[in-house]
DNA sequence: TACAACAGTGCAACCATGTTGCAAAATATT
DNA sequence: AATATTTTGCAACATGGTTGCACTGTTGTA
C-alpha cells in the first residue's frame, strides 16, 4: 500500500511528502469522491486548510484526481483511472450520489448517451450526475 | 408587461413589492439563465445583497424559478415552466452553458436519456449539463 | 382612507470556503 | 553533508452566503 502511494506520487514527478502520502491514501481507502471538507475532518488539524486545498490542487493538475461538479455547489474529488494524464481528463463518466450515505462514486463504465439538441446548438462537453440509492444503501 | 408580473406574484401569494417586481422582470427580459451576481449589477446598489439574496430564495420556494447546478460551482437561477408547483419543481430537463457567452439555458424541450445503472443502484433523479455553443454564438 | 397587523427590507455582523504572499521547514540533488 | 528547490504553515484577504434586529412598506379591515 505504501508503495502504491509514493510510485504514483514519483510516477506523476511529485516530491514525496507527509501530506500527500496521506492524502492519497484518503482517496485509495475510501473508494468514493471525497470532498476538501472531508479530508480536513479525516486529518484532524494535522495538516493547514492551505496545504489540503495546494495538494489537491496539484493532484488535479497531475491527473491523480479529477472533480466532480454537484448539485449543492460543493466540488469533490475522485481518483482518476490510469488513463488520465496531467492537463487532459476522462472525467465523462456518470457520477452517482447516494441520497442515503451521501457518498459518490464515479461510474467509469456508465457512459453519458448523446443527446440532441435544438438547432444551433454544438455540443462539447456533457456531465451527467444521477442521485439515488447506491449498491450498499441497498436492501 | 407590468400586469404580467404582478400576476405572477398574486398567484403564488407573495406580496407586490419593488424588489420582486424588478428581480422577476429580469428574468423575464433575459430568457436565460441569472446569477445572484448578475442580479446584483443590473440592480446596481438598488436592492440589498440581502434582499436579493431572499428574493430568489421565495421564489424558489414558490415554484416562479428554480436553481441550475453548474460545473463552475455557482448557482444559477431560470424561470420554472408554468407546470412547477411550489414545493415541487419540475427541473429534469437539459441545461445548456454556451462557452461563449457564458449564458445558461433551460432546453425544457429535450428529455435526459434514461441511463442503465450497475446492479444495485436506484435512480431517483438525473440532471444533465451540457456545454458547448449556443444558437445566438453559431456563425 | 386611515390604521393596525404583518411581511419585507437594509444594515451590520458573522460564517464558510477558497486564495495569495512570504518566511520557515522539509525534500531533493550534487 | 551542503546547497538548491519545493512544500508547508501562518496571517491576511476575498468572495459568497446567512442571521438578527430595527425600520419601512404592503395589505386587509373598518
Known sequence: MQNR???????????????RKKILSFFLESGSALAHAD???????EFDRVTIY???????EKGIIHTIPTA???????LCKDD???????????H????????TYCLDHVSIPKVKLPKGFTVVQTNLV???VCNKCEQ
Do not use: M
Open 72 to 78: 449543492d455547489n460543493s466540488i469533490l474529488y475522485a
Open 96 to 103: 452517482f450520489i447516494c441520497d442515503e450515505c451521501a457518498s
Open 54 to 60: 495546494r495538494t489537491l490542487q496539484t493532484f488535479v
Open 39 to 45: 479530508i480536513e475532518v479525516k486529518s484532524s488539524t
Open 5 to 19: 502511494i509514493t510510485d504514483t506520487l514519483k510516477k506523476h514527478q511529485l516530491s514525496i511528502t507527509d501530506s
Open 84 to 94: 488520465c494524464v496531467a492537463g487532459h481528463h476522462h472525467d465523462d463518466h456518470v
Open 130 to 132: 444521477v442521485s439515488g
